[in-house]
């Protein structure tokens, strides 16, 4: 069974930073695409920043372009979102994704995605 789980949330100033971590259960992390989605109440979830399998391959919502970037590290099992230049709007549950798409290129939809964690919650104080 997949599992997924985010850390690294928490309480931060605008202009700060953070890096939210998601370790996976996958023994063939590789073969995954993945994925970071957030959401606040009221409103769809919303994507966030995508990574393919090889790591070639990377995608972010305009809102967030310039200032996130994903990594990820295959031998850890785990995948990585370090946010700069925090704004109050990024506010939000963040999610980590992931799913075993023979794809190379990742989606950017949440049904693209079949599993994922918890979430973390990111709140920027203005």
């Known amino acids: 069974q997949v599992q997924l789980g985010e850390s690294g949330g928490g309480l931060v100033q605008a202009g700060g930073s953070l890096r939210l971590s998601c370790a996976a259960s996958?023994?063939?992390?590789?073969?995954?695409?993945v994925a970071w989605f957030r959401q606040v109440p009221g409103k769809e979830r919303e994507f966030v920043a995508a990574?393919?399998?090889?790591?070639?391959?990377?995608y972010y919502g305009d809102s967030v372009k310039g200032r996130f970037t994903i990594s990820r590290d295959n031998a850890k099992n785990s995948v990585y979102l370090q946010m700069n230049s925090l704004k109050s709007e990024d506010t939000a549950v963040y999610y980590c994704a992931a799913d075993s798409t023979s794809a190379i290129v990742p989606g950017t939809r949440v049904g693209e995605y079949g599993y994922w964690g918890q979430g973390t919650q990111v709140t920027v104080s203005s």
């Open positions: 990574l393919s399998r090889s790591g070639g391959y990377t």
């Open positions: 996958i023994r063939t992390f590789s073969r995954y695409t």
